[in-house]
Nanobody, 127 residues
Framework: QVQLVESGGGLVQAGGSLRLSCSAS????????MAWFRQAAGVERDFVAA????????IYADSVKGRFLISRDNAQNMVYLQMNNLKRGDTAVYYC????????????????????WGQGTQVTVSS
């Protein structure tokens, strides 16, 4: 089973950039689709981006399209979220998620469909 650890969060000014990383343990990482979700205080966990096992397909939330980029490196067991032009509304705890549904090809915007989660990393965007 894959275990996930996020890093790279922090405090950044609006308009700035951050790159989040998700390190996955386990030899079966490449069989998993991966995703990023975020959760602001007092609200439900929201979808951000997802990528298939081979990186061949990605999907994004409308709110981050054109600003965020999800990528993965199966040789290094890593998933990344490059976040550019950050806004105050991007402030949240960001979670990495993994699932083997559809052999790593199923991408869902619903957090209930993802079986494995990291502990999260805080991103705070100041004005």
């Amino acid at each position: 089973q894959v275990q996930l650890v996020e890093s790279g969060g922090g405090l950044v000014q609006a308009g700035g950039s951050l790159r989040l990383s998700c390190s996955a343990s386990g030899r079966t990482f490449s069989r998993y689709a991966m995703a990023w979700f975020r959760q602001a205080a007092g609200v439900e966990r929201d979808f951000v981006a997802a990528i298939t096992w081979d990186g061949g397909r990605t999907i994004y939330a409308d709110s981050v399209k054109g600003r965020f980029l999800i990528s993965r490196d199966n040789a290094q067991n890593m998933v990344y979220l490059q976040m550019n032009n950050l806004k105050r509304g991007d402030t949240a705890v960001y979670y990495c998620a993994a699932d083997r549904g559809g052999g790593g090809t199923t991408l869902s915007k619903f957090y209930q469909m993802w079986g494995l989660w990291g502990q999260g990393t805080q991103v705070t965007v100041s004005s």
